[in-house]
């Protein structure tokens, strides 16, 4: 079974800092689960470039790429 986590929020919210406290914790722990995957938001930003303009991206679009990037990382655990 694959565990995981996405972490979403506004710019400077402090996204990294969390997911470094994360990433140090689970460094800590003593269980065999070594493997982090980690998806930058390069890739997952709200605000995207459509022809050399700026938009927002709509709510059902925001949903179809967070479901990419679960498939992705089913996909590499498989």
């Known amino acids: 079974?694959?565990?995981?986590?996405?972490?979403?929020?506004?710019?400077?919210?402090?996204?990294?800092?969390?997911?470094?406290?994360?990433k140090r914790l689970h460094s800590q722990t003593h269980n065999a689960e070594k493997t982090i995957i980690a998806i930058s938001e390069h890739?997952?930003?709200v605000l995207h470039s459509c022809h050399g303009i700026l938009r927002l991206m709509e709510k059902d679009e925001h949903v179809q790429l967070l479901n990419r990037h679960v498939d992705y990382i089913e996909q590499q655990y498989n």
């Open 43 to 45: 890739f997952s930003q």
């Open 1 to 22: 079974m694959i565990r995981g986590v996405i972490i979403e929020g506004l710019s400077t919210a402090g996204k990294t800092s969390v997911f470094s406290a994360i």
